[in-house]
């Protein structure tokens, strides 16, 4: 009987490891293959040899190495800033009473919303015109400071924008699921808290972080995981040229090589594909790693 109801549960899970292996591992080994097969040809499906000259063209290319400096600056800078914001957020609609469910829905609306339109909101904002400097500059000038070109402007302008614009796309999600992490804590501990005459500040470190810890985890792992896959926030904002703007990604890398202005070279595309795999790979084992002592030390 209990042979029979693993079996069972085998043909249960078959599609969806049919699925997986069709979609993902077979595309994923595919990649790997490719970018070892050096002068790949996808028409004639052809390549004149093969070793480690993929990883070496990759590695050795500026464009590429400045998309990998624009994707750990905005992983670095868009992942904590987004999980903080977050859960301060959660925190002060999970305390009000009055209009919680219109402040959820009025900082959830940026999720559901068009990346692309909500990107050229912000080139608007943001993008000196021969007409107007953007309602950000006209609000420096207010305050006494200079205009900045802040979309064809210096890097650090251009830097701020993705990261201020990925931030906000990012930031409804997080929102959500900490709001619902935080409603389904035990009012208990905080009712036995409050007893003893305990501060708001203690409670919040002291029950309401250990109780929520698995969401924040989760949201920094998919956090960091999207931020290396950015790639419509650059588009949005600065337009397809990435490399001439120096704002590309690792993800805006891999599709200039198969599509784009320099495209038609998938074996380069493999080998970068592969190396931001490995990163991504990386953090993930490390955060979990240090999850995992974390969990052992709190036991």
């Keep these: 009987m209990k042979k029979f109801g693993s079996l069972k549960a085998w043909l249960y899970l078959l599609p969806a490891i049919l699925f997986l292996g069709v979609f993902m591992v077979y595309p994923l080994f595919d990649v790997f293959v490719y970018s070892f097969e050096e002068g790949y040809n996808s028409a004639s499906q052809t390549y004149f040899g093969t070793g480690m000259y993929n990883y070496s063209y990759v590695l050795h290319d500026p464009y590429f190495l400045q998309a990998v400096k624009n994707t750990f600056i905005l992983v670095i800078i868009t992942v904590p800033l987004s999980t903080g914001l977050a859960l301060l957020i959660s925190v002060g609609l999970t305390a009000i009473r009055p ?32 007409y107007s400097d953007g309602l950000v500059n006209l609000l420096i000038n207010l305050f006494g400071g200079k205009s900045v070109d802040f979309i064809d402007g210096p890097y650090w302008a251009k830097m701020f924008v993705l990261c201020f614009y990925t931030v906000w796309v990012v930031l409804p999600f997080k929102i959500l699921i900490l709001t619902s992490a ?102 993930t084992s490390i955060n979990l790693l240090a999850n995992k002592r974390r969990q052992v030390s709190i036991l």
């Design 99 to 130: 209009l919680r469910n219109l402040f959820q829905t009025i900082y959830f609306l940026p999720y559901v919303t068009n990346t692309l339109a909500v990107g050229l909101v912000f080139m608007i904002l943001f993008k000196k015109t021969a």
């Design 182 to 283: 935080l409603s389904s804590v035990n009012q208990e501990y905080y009712n036995a808290a409050r007893v003893d005459g305990t501060s708001s500040f203690r409670i919040f470190r002291r029950i309401t972080l250990p109780m929520i810890s698995p969401m924040i985890f989760y949201l920094v792992i998919t956090g960091f995981i999207g931020a290396f896959k950015a790639y419509s926030d650059a588009v949005a904002l600065f337009g397809t040229n990435l490399n001439a703007a120096e704002m590309n990604t690792i993800v805006g890398y891999v599709y200039d090589m198969l599509y784009g202005d320099s495209g038609g070279y998938p074996s380069y595309a493999s080998a970068a594909a592969i190396i931001l795999f490995a990163i991504v790979l990386t953090i």
